[in-house]
């Protein structure tokens, strides 16, 4: 599969191979590649703090979005990053995105002031403290009224895996993961290995040969 036309929701969210290739697809170039995995790792761990069984992240043909709670609080894609925030957001630079606040919360389901920070994919690797600290609040806050995820189904185990596997890193699952469950995903053999996996510099990764 070489683009995501073809895209199975129950294949390619078990598959590292498939988060790598989409990757590919929406990011290729590394250096907004990691920025989109640094981004996501950061927001992800950000979550499981808040609330271990509130999160869960899901794979679709062409973005990754973060449900937390009952919404969404962040979205990448080819444009960039769709970043849920607690407002007020006060920004020391120039406005370079374009933000939108609402009288009423964003989500209903998360009654707090609230806001959207579109981010061109040119802006990820320099995100903002403000814009990264409003959004890790909304994410708080997005726990805080619902315990438990309701987007279960949808949870796309390939989207961490392939993300620690890029970054060298670990990262926390939902508590409604079962510990040392494979559940539905690939494990490869090592001649299937996917030699073209985006690797970042200084990342750590293991080769497997048979004997």
Known sequence: M???DAFNPAIDRYDKRSA???FRLLWP????ARAVAENLAASVRVAHAAGEACWGITMFA???RLNVGQVETLTLSAEGGRYLFRSPLILDIPQRFEIRIS???IYPAVPVPSGVCFVPQSELATLPEAIRNNHEAYIQAAASFKRSSPFKRSFSPSVLE????ALGTNLPRPSYVPIGSPGQCVDLLPEELDVSLIRFEGARYQVTVNS
């Open 2 to 4: 070489t683009n995501f």
């Open 20 to 22: 790598a290739r989409l």
């Open 29 to 32: 170039d590394a250096a907004v």
């Open 62 to 64: 062409q973005s990754l």
């Open 103 to 105: 009288d009423n919360p």
């Open 162 to 165: 392939y993300i620690e596997f």
